[in-house]
């Protein structure tokens, strides 16, 4: 019996030193100590020995079975870290890369105009998502119960009115940054606030959060040539060196006179097209700033005057030469397959 407790260690310890993977090794303690193994079978026939034979018996079995179970047990730290070793000096494998996101579509766009502004002098602020009526309308020269509130289909904040600044309604243009700007600081001011703005609407061409980004200038002698040279800056800038910009009489109560800013077509650059209808594509408004807004703020409109304007983030990103969306509400959808394309 001795003997053959031998003979089974001796042929598991020369094949374990043989086995050179982890699937081999496997097979081997299967062989040995697994259920119908040769060691588990020998072990059982220890019951048939005579009783003064058991204890010395026992003893070999059990050193038996440590000796298999442990140089097992060494071979397989062996082979793994064998196994982890060749992984770390194989310089040749290529690296495994990590997902790396990108900045969203519409944050590009933010930082390409902050960028445009500031280097002509502009500081980029942030003022409240949720403003008081005053900041939003009153202050900006619309009359209460004026019918022009309407068109900015503004989201009201369920709370009671503050007796001076009236309801809170989430932003809904980013003019009223003007607002706070002249409360804060005095002239000579160049503002540039680009802000989160809601509207109740959704469609193809709105969401109801959308990005305005606003200037306003203010100072002696500012004029409408300065506007107007704003405007030119940045459409070339944004759009392109051949691209030009017009301004075109219109309404705002904030602002006397008012004007529609215009680009022309980057697809049949000005001459009128299927896309444009005739040659230019509007940016949003602007104009000089109304003497009942400074006077608001108290800044005397006899020393200073100044321009505003106020366009969207998302409409000159989608006008911006080979970005095509058709659906507006795409740039919110959170679909991977369309994000990282940019
Ligand atoms: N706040 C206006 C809007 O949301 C846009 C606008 C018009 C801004 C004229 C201005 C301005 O600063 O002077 O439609």
Redesign the pocket.
């Known amino acids: 019996m001795e003997k053959e407790f031998l003979t089974i260690k001796n042929n598991a310890l020369s094949m374990i030193l043989d086995a050179e993977n982890n699937k081999e090794l496997d097979a081997i303690r299967l062989q040995f100590l697994g259920r119908s193994g040769k060691l588990t079978i020998a072990l059982k026939d220890l019951t048939k020995l005579p009783d003064d034979e058991k204890p010395l018996m026992g003893r070999v079995a059990n050193n038996t079975k440590n000796v298999i179970e442990d140089a097992i047990n060494r071979k397989e730290n062996e082979l793994n870290k064998k196994r982890q070793t060749n992984f770390i000096i194989d310089i040749t494998e290529p690296g495994i890369k990590p997902p790396l996101g990108s900045l969203h579509l519409v944050t590009q766009a933010i930082q390409e105009i902050t960028k445009i502004f500031e280097h002509i002098g502009f500081t980029r602020v942030r003022y409240p998502e949720i403003e008081w009526d005053w900041y939003a309308f009153e202050a900006l020269n619309f009359p209460e119960n004026h019918p022009a509130r309407d068109d900015?289909e503004t989201f009201f904040i369920q709370q009671d009115p503050h007796p001076k600044y009236g309801s809170l309604v989430l932003t809904?243009?980013?003019?009223s940054g003007?607002i706070r700007q002249m409360e804060n600081s005095k002239p000579p001011i160049k503002m540039l606030n680009i802000a989160k703005?809601y509207r109740r609407q959704s469609d193809v061409s709105h969401t109801p959060m959308f990005h305005?980004f606003?200037?306003?200038v203010i100072g002696e002698k500012i004029s409408i040539a300065d506007l107007k040279g704003t405007l030119d800056f940045f459409v070339k800038s944004y759009f392109g060196e051949n691209r030009k910009s017009r301004i075109r009489p219109y309404h705002?109560q904030?602002?006397e006179p008012?004007f529609e800013t215009d680009v022309s077509c980057g697809v049949c650059d000005g001459r009128g097209c299927k896309l444009c209808k005739e040659g230019w594509l509007e940016i949003?408004?602007?104009?000089m700033?109304h003497p009942n807004v400074l006077k608001n703020c108290g800044i005397d409109p006899e020393k200073y005057s100044g321009?505003?304007?106020?366009w969207g983030v998302e409409r000159v990103l989608m006008m911006k030469e080979g970005i095509q969306i058709n659906d507006l509400r795409t740039l919110y959808a959170n679909n991977l397959d369309f994000l990282t394309q940019f």
């Open positions: 900015w809904p243009h980013t003019s003007q703005t305005q606003e200037t306003l705002f904030f602002t008012s949003g408004g602007a104009g700033v321009f505003a304007s106020g």
